[in-house]
């Protein structure tokens, strides 16, 4: 495969790429939630299970990281980028206001604006990751989503260490958070002064067989064919699979929090609406990230994500694999997140608040890090090439046994000091920066699509089914049925909450399970994988005939 170099002085790479790192900063931070969060519980009067709910929300929040995929489809890279950006800050400004006059009633629109900063964060990521790949050489694109990865991963550290400067005490949370309002803001800005025009993105080139180059121009001149009409219409099966993500996250909500059913429904049914309504909107066809041949944009422009995600052999090898293994990282998340919860409420009458908080920092601090180091790592050495390469399913089966040993590593860890903690949090942030890091370079290779909102989009629906399931349902049943209870008393009144090992060793027990099982099917889903891309190089060597 020869790769056709752009002019890199049309498209200002250099400064496409800083404009781009500033933005990826601002879009980590959701990461910093846990850090922020005792603030909110003592402003807002959270109890204790108001608080696990939060952390269970934000944590499985990517079901709405596909919304941004699809938004970032249909509109552009530089409006999702600025609507990212200018959501994230409108969201942060209410929390602080909330926080700023205590508005104690007010935890299902915390709820609400929670969902949304993740969505607008992975907008923010996803856009800005896009736009800083295009404008390089494919020979540079590795490391371009490294540093990218690497910066959006540090985001968590860099706003941890502002905050234990600036901010350091609870009462200063209100201040703290419209800090962060306005940091947000400042992407936004300089995304849209900076980054060029849609066109310029086309200048990329992934060449194979064909001579004849593709155009923006020659994009334009092919209109849909009638049929593909059907494509820009809702499909019914993808809103089944989101259901079933909707469904799930709520239930383990409403497991947490004694929820009715009657509300988890009507919030599901409202959820879903939106979604179907969204899948309505003009998509942008003419977008076209990382361009090929005539003959693919023939085969591949005017290609609905739905169809792509749906097709039974790509739909097989994203659930074998992206599914539980994305899912089961953010599951060890989710746990990490589960065992902070439980020491912060049972040593609520013996530590201090800010004492309390300080270490959740410490814990913000080393997941930050260590997954920076990961996404560096990783990234810098995935290969992007149009073609499935064996070397990096190789790489791959080297992260994916790793991750196994790590969870049986991390299923026999206990809570009992500190040290096993900030371990623990290290571990996760390693594999959860490797996989978030290889994820376009995977996706690229299983779905085949040259289109990075395409291949987030794609992930996001997997990743949402995997989280749903795996870090937030499957984990609040094996708490309620299995774990330990104690009474806390957070200065209202009694809660219940899981405390100890024996919440958090049924999860990791299920996830190393998880992850023999898949390591095995893997080895078999390889066959499965040259055969697919034994089919897609005939398909491409077909000759194009208009």
């Known amino acids: 495969m020869r790769d056709r170099e752009a002019p890199l002085s049309s498209a200002r790479p250099f400064l496409v790429l800083c404009a781009a790192l500033f933005g990826e900063v601002s879009a980590g931070i959701s990461y910093w939630w846990p850090a922020v969060q005792p603030g909110l519980n003592q402003w807002l009067g959270f109890s204790s299970a108001e608080a696990i709910?939060?952390?269970?929300?934000?944590?499985?929040?990517?079901?709405?990281?596909?919304?941004?995929?699809?938004?970032?489809?249909?509109?552009?890279?530089r409006c999702?980028?600025?609507?990212?950006?200018?959501?994230?800050?409108?969201?942060?400004?209410?929390?602080?206001?909330?926080?700023?006059?205590?508005?104690?009633?007010?935890?299902?629109?915390?709820?609400?604006?929670?969902?949304?900063?993740?969505?607008?964060?992975?907008?923010?990521?996803?856009?800005?990751?896009?736009?800083?790949?295009?404008?390089?050489?494919?020979?540079?694109?590795?490391?371009v989503v490294g540093l990218c990865s690497a910066l959006y991963g540090a985001s968590a550290g860099v706003f941890g260490s502002i905050q234990a400067s600036f901010f350091p005490t609870l009462a200063s949370t209100p201040g703290l958070l419209l800090f962060v309002a306005f940091f947000c803001f400042i992407p936004a800005v300089i995304l849209l002064l900076s980054f060029p025009k849609e066109e310029t993105f086309a200048v990329n080139e992934w060449q194979h067989q064909s001579p004849r180059p593709i155009s923006y121009q020659s994009i334009l001149s092919h209109p849909p064919p009638e049929d593909s009409v059907i494509s820009t219409?809702?499909?019914?099966?993808?809103?089944?699979?989101?259901?079933?993500?909707?469904?799930?996250?709520?239930?383990?909500?409403?497991?947490?929090?004694?929820?009715?059913?009657?509300?988890?429904?009507?919030?599901?049914?409202?959820?879903?609406?939106?979604?179907?309504?969204?899948?309505?909107?003009?998509?942008?066809?003419?977008?076209?990230?990382?361009?090929?041949?005539?003959?693919?944009?023939?085969?591949?422009?005017?290609?609905?994500?739905?169809?792509?995600?749906?097709?039974?052999?790509?739909?097989?090898?994203?659930?074998?694999?992206?599914?539980?293994?994305?899912?089961?990282?953010?599951?060890?998340?989710?746990?990490?997140s589960n065992i902070a919860n439980s020491r912060f409420y049972?040593?609520?009458?013996?530590?201090?608040?800010?004492?309390?908080?300080?270490?959740?920092?410490?814990?913000?601090?080393?997941?930050?890090?260590?997954?920076?180091?990961a996404r560096l790592v990783v990234?810098?050495?995935?290969?992007?090439?149009?073609?499935?390469?064996?070397?990096?399913?190789?790489?791959?089966?080297?992260?994916?046994?790793?991750?196994?040993?790590?969870?049986?590593?991390?299923?026999?860890?206990?809570?009992a000091t500190s040290i096993q903690l900030y371990f623990a949090v290290g571990v996760i942030g390693l594999c959860h920066g490797a996989f978030f890091s290889?994820?376009?370079?995977l996706t690229t290779l299983w779905f085949g699509v040259p289109s990075f909102p395409r291949n987030f989009a794609i992930l996001g629906l997997f990743m949402a089914i995997g989280s749903?399931?795996?870090?937030?349902?499957?984990?609040?049943?094996?708490?309620?049925?299995?774990?330990s209870w104690a009474e806390?008393?957070?200065?209202?009144?009694?809660?219940?909450?899981?405390?100890?090992?024996?919440?958090?060793m049924p999860t990791f027990a299920l996830l190393a399970s998880l992850n023999i099982f898949m390591y095995i099917t893997g080895c078999f889903l390889k066959k499965h994988v040259k055969a697919c891309a034994a089919d897609k190089e005939r398909i491409i060597d077909e000759p194009y005939t208009s």
């Open 53 to 77: 709910a939060l952390i269970a929300t934000a944590n499985s929040g990517s079901t709405l990281g596909v919304l941004g995929g699809l938004f970032h489809e249909r509109f552009g890279s």
């Open 80 to 143: 999702t980028a600025a609507t990212g950006a200018i959501g994230l800050t409108l969201c942060f400004a209410t929390i602080s206001l909330l926080t700023k006059y205590s508005i104690t009633s007010s935890f299902w629109l915390v709820v609400v604006l929670l969902l949304l900063m993740i969505m607008f964060s992975y907008m923010l990521y996803s856009s800005c990751l896009t736009m800083a790949v295009a404008v390089f050489p494919e020979k540079f694109r590795g490391r």
């Open 233 to 336: 219409r809702l499909n019914y099966g993808y809103l089944i699979a989101l259901c079933l993500v909707v469904t799930l996250q709520l239930s383990a909500v409403g497991e947490i929090l004694n929820v009715s059913s009657t509300l988890q429904l009507t919030f599901a049914c409202a959820v879903i609406t939106c979604i179907a309504a969204f899948q309505l909107l003009p998509r942008k066809s003419t977008l076209r990230v990382f361009a090929q041949t005539e003959q693919e944009v023939q085969r591949e422009s005017f290609q609905s994500f739905e169809e792509v995600a749906l097709d039974p052999r790509y739909l097989y090898l994203g659930l074998g694999f992206l599914v539980l293994i994305s899912g089961g990282g953010i599951a060890l998340l989710v746990q990490a």
């Open 346 to 373: 049972q040593n609520m009458r013996e530590w201090q608040p800010d004492i309390i908080a300080r270490e959740v920092r410490v814990y913000v601090i080393i997941f930050s890090a260590c997954n920076v180091t």
């Open 379 to 415: 990234g810098s050495v995935m290969d992007f090439g149009n073609q499935p390469s064996e070397r990096l399913m190789l790489k791959f089966n080297i992260m994916h046994t790793a991750s196994l040993v790590i969870a049986l590593a991390l299923a026999a860890i206990t809570v």
């Open 438 to 441: 290889s994820s376009p370079a």
């Open 468 to 483: 749903a399931s795996l870090a937030s349902y499957i984990p609040a049943l094996l708490m309620k049925h299995f774990g």
């Open 488 to 504: 806390i008393n957070d200065g209202e009144a009694f809660h219940h909450i899981c405390v100890g090992p024996r919440c958090t």
